[in-house]
């Protein structure tokens, strides 16, 4: 089977970094992404990773490890508007449209004042 | 452009009945996926259309159907449905042609609950 491991739940105060991390075993791999969240509303794409390493975005960064089945998403200079679900996703098949994504069941990420 | 269209937003059924949900995708994208979002579960794959064929399934029962129209637009159906089936169904589009797409746009998704 698929699985895909993250934290239910993590807290953190504006202007703090916070690391979230996913744990992944499933039955290929073709990509990793991070997602947001916020309550009622559609995930936004934050980032995509297929080759080890990290990868920038502004204040969001993410890291994959294949060999270990390991990635974070680092969030810097934390505001209020980061408080929301965040979703790891694996792509396991190859091929040329997206096709299946497996989620993990995300990380509530609540940013206090 | 426009974003990933699903209507309706809001849906209330009972047991037994059967229920379509429609999404549009971004103009010029060819793929469209399928996902059920409950508290449980978290996101998990129902099914994937592209050029009107289905291209991948994940694990729900014959009762989950879909199609995709030339058009791009897809419609999912639940036939006879079941209290479990009570959930947030998002669609999720991309794919515009280009080897190095890999992002997936999400509709706002349609609530539905079985009563």
């Known amino acids: 089977g698929q699985n895909i491991d993250q934290p239910t739940e993590m807290t953190a105060t504006e202007g703090a970094i916070v690391q979230i991390n996913c744990t992944y075993q499933?039955?290929?791999?073709?990509?990793l992404f991070w997602y947001q969240q916020h309550a009622g509303e559609a995930p936004t794409f934050l980032s995509y990773?297929?080759?080890?390493g990290l990868e920038e975005k502004g204040r969001f960064s993410s890291f994959l490890s294949r060999s270990k089945g390991y990635s974070y998403l680092l969030l810097k200079e934390l505001q209020m508007k980061d408080s929301a679900s965040y979703l790891c996703?694996?792509?396991?098949?190859?091929?040329?449209?997206?096709?299946?994504?497996?989620f993990g069941r995300g990380t509530q990420l609540t940013v206090w004042p | 452009k426009a974003g990933v269209t699903q209507t309706p937003r809001y849906l209330i059924k009972t047991r037994g009945q059967q229920v379509t949900l429609s999404c549009s995708p971004i103009?010029?994208?060819?793929?469209v996926s399928w996902y059920q979002q409950t508290p449980g579960q978290g996101l998990q794959f129902l099914f994937e259309?592209?050029?009107?064929?289905?291209?991948n399934k994940g694990n729900f029962p014959g009762r989950f159907s879909g199609r995709q129209f030339s058009n791009s637009r897809s419609e999912m159906n639940v036939s006879t449905l079941e209290l479990g089936d009570s959930a947030l169904y998002l669609c999720?589009?991309?794919?515009?042609?280009?080897?190095?797409?890999?992002?997936?746009?999400f509709g706002q998704g349609t609530r539905l609950t079985v009563v």
């Open positions: 499933t039955s290929g791999f073709n990509g």
């Open positions: 103009s010029g994208h060819r793929s």
């Open positions: 990773n297929v080759l080890d």
């Open positions: 999720a589009s991309s794919w515009d042609g280009s080897s190095m797409n890999t992002e997936a746009f």
């Open positions: 259309y592209f050029s009107e064929t289905q291209r």
């Open positions: 996703a694996v792509r396991p098949d190859r091929g040329s449209t997206l096709g299946r994504l497996y």
